[in-house]
């Protein structure tokens, strides 16, 4: 055997003896995952006791079970991987028949947010802002929640000063709208002929 050859036999050899020794599957980066959360996993669920706060109407707490999540591929530059994994969360639920919202907040978003419900009367909460599935639904789930609790804050209502300013404005463009009004009628009856009574 010559001088290469024997280099080579050596360089398997300790290759071989190498991965054998030491396996390089079981390195774990300190910031991995199951370092940072070593009890956690991806499963969705909801907690089964809902915090009650009596001066808020909405807690936050949205059941997965009155959703309907569905999964497509998303849209946009990406790669081959694109076409292959269903990343894009559709987020869609009734709003007439959800239990988890009281019927002023039912009334706000029906009201508030008509482009989103269809025909059916479902709202329906799109998202692909990124290639991993679990983050899309993330973000549907917080725009959802942004939603409803923007929904249940009450209205806010004007101090006296703005109602006010905002009677002013109207006065104002009232008088504006008949002054164009009457500007426009006197340059009408000036084009006329004059008549002539005998």
Known sequence: MNILGRCCVGLLRQTKEFTTTSNLSSFKSSLSLSNLYPNSSLKLTTPTKVPDDPNCEFSG???????????????????????????????????????????????????????????EGYLIIRSDKTRLQQLNLADALERLRTLVRAAAEPSPQPTPESEEVLRRRREKSARLRLMQKRFHSQTKQQRQAPTVDF
């Open 61 to 119: 707490y949205i059941p997965i079970e009155e959703l309907e999540v569905t999964y497509s591929r998303s849209s946009g530059p990406g790669g081959q991987n694109v076409n292959m994994v269903n990343t894009k969360v559709d987020l869609r639920f009734h709003v007439a028949s959800a239990k988890w919202i009281s019927e002023n907040i039912k009334a706000r978003i029906k009201d508030e947010h008509k482009t989103k419900i269809n025909k």
